[in-house]
């Protein structure tokens, strides 16, 4: 099949790379010509584990390809996807629909008559009718169908995700819309692939209250992490507790800074702002958000607190910028607010992050970088681990107590078991567990 993605960002590249892989003849459109010529030069714009060998491999055999130019892509296509960016649009936290409206303003005019559209980027419910009222006006002798097919894979674990999905939602009451799109995904499986047909505005839905019942389970779990410090229990076993319960299920009960991302807090805040815009309150999940929009700054009072009162003039050496591993992706990382508070408070903070530099320099200002984690924390009054990344997961703790100035390590992320940590000397806190403090 011919298909083209537009956008060329996490969704669009990894869909499109992995779609080529199973035989399909792909072509990513993107606007932004500096990432189109990185692309051609083989050069992968974003950091996400195997996708440099699946281009290339893909490009290489003739199935994969990348232009700016829409017009000499989009009219062969048996199906154009957007990939586009959905942002929180400043100011109001609705979903900025402008990339999406424009895109289809684009593609419609040079689609083939029987043609699909496929949004994979997330939009409030509604959304597919606007594309399709904008179709009809620019086409209305043309049957092109507008799906919706929202994609769930996680940065990080992209490719694995995507080729091995737990379903694939598919929002249409179109019959030849649901064949074509049948056999989109048909290389994916050699059984019955988990296909769920369903409505546009029920597709839709689907992708909003999945992405808000799972920042609902990690907000959850933080603030009875909040309630374990204080009464001397511990939420790493609590989770377990409750996740060993197959109703719960042990998945994103991990207690932490709170979530980040480009998904989950435009995600939940956008479901919010169109809920209501249809008259329907969305308490839980306004809570989820502003429970969360706190957390991340408290965190940084955690390592005022464990620095004794106070960080001025202390050096605090941070590890891990990036909203969780194997990503370079910072948008709404909790390292952002924890180090503009530590700033706020006057620290010095000093950072390392093995693949997220390049992208925070963008989004933080007074921050030295070092290349690892122990010349990282040379002279730091304080170690806080933000992200996990397998790098800080088994650091040397005695040499790391031979470089710091003050031996104390706040772990974000719960990867150390305290006695180990106190043993080589050092004051230890964690998150929803005993600590020194
Ligand atoms: P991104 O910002 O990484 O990429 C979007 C790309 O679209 C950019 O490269 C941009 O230049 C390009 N673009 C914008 N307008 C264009 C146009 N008219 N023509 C061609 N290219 C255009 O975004 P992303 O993280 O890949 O997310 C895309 C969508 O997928 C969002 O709606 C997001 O919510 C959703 N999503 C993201 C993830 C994720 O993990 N990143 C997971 C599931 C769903």
Redesign the pocket.
Same mark, same amino acid.
């Given at each position: 099949m011919q298909i083209v993605m537009? %956008?060329?960002?996490? +969704?669009?590249?990894v869909s499109g790379a992995c779609f080529s892989d199973f035989g399909h003849n792909v072509i990513c +459109?993107? !606007?932004?010509e500096d990432?189109i010529a990185a692309l051609r030069q083989a050069r992968i714009p974003?950091f996400e584990p195997g996708l440099a060998d699946l281009v290339e491999r893909n490009v290489r055999a003739g199935r994969l390809s990348f232009t700016a130019d829409?017009s000499s892509a989009v009219p062969g296509a048996d199906v154009v996807f957007l990939? +586009? %960016?959905?942002p929180s649009r400043r100011g109001d936290g609705f979903a900025d629909l402008s990339?999406i409206y424009?895109?289809v303003r =684009?593609i419609v005019p040079l689609m083939a008559e029987n043609g699909v559209i496929a949004t !994979? $980027?997330? +939009?409030p419910v509604g959304t597919g009718d606007e594309i399709e009222r904008i179709v009809r006006e620019l086409r209305p002798e043309a049957s092109i169908a507008v799906v919706s097919n929202? =994609?769930?894979?996680?940065?990080g674990a992209?490719i694995d995700d995507f080729k091995r999905p737990d379903r694939i939602v598919i929002g249409t009451d179109d019959a030849c819309a649901r064949a074509v799109m049948g056999e989109v995904y048909r290389p994916l499986y050699l059984n019955a692939a988990p296909l769920v047909f369903v409505s546009r505005p029920t597709a839709e839905v689907i992708k909003y209250a999945a992405n808000a019942f799972l920042a609902t389970k990690i907000t959850f779990i933080n603030e009875i992490a909040d309630l374990c410090e204080q009464v001397g229990a511990n939420v790493s076993d609590v989770a377990r507790g409750i996740g060993l319960d197959k109703r719960i299920g042990p998945k994103f009960l991990h207690a932490g800074p709170g979530y980040g %991302? $480009?998904?989950f807090p !435009?995600?939940t805040l956008a479901l919010v702002k169109s809920a209501n815009d249809h008259g329907v309150a969305m308490r839980v999940v306004e809570a989820v958000v502003a429970v969360n929009d706190q957390r991340k700054r408290a965190m940084a009072r955690k390592v005022v607190t464990a620095c004794g009162g106070s960080v001025r003039g202390k050096r605090i050496a941070v590890l891990g910028l990036t909203f969780k591993p194997n990503t370079d992706?910072m948008r709404e990382a909790p390292s952002l607010s924890i180090i503009r508070a530590l700033q706020d408070g006057g620290a010095i903070v000093h950072a390392h992050d093995p693949e997220g530099e390049s992208q925070a320099r963008e989004l933080l200002s007074d921050v030295t970088y070092f290349a690892d984690a122990y010349s990282c924390a040379e002279g730091a009054d304080a170690i806080v681990i933000v992200t996990e990344w397998e790098a800080f997961r088994a650091l040397d703790l005695a040499r790391l107590r031979t470089l710091l100035h003050t031996p104390v390590l706040v772990d974000l992320r719960n990867v150390y078991p305290p006695d180990e940590v106190k043993r080589h000397g050092f004051t230890y806190v964690g998150i929803g567990r005993p600590t020194d403090m």
């Open positions: 537009i %956008g060329a960002g996490y +969704v669009g590249l +459109v993107d !606007k932004d990432r974003i829409a990939a +586009v %960016g959905t990339f424009a895109a =684009e !994979k $980027s997330t +939009v929202p =994609e769930f894979l996680r940065e992209a %991302g $480009s998904c !435009k995600d992706d």
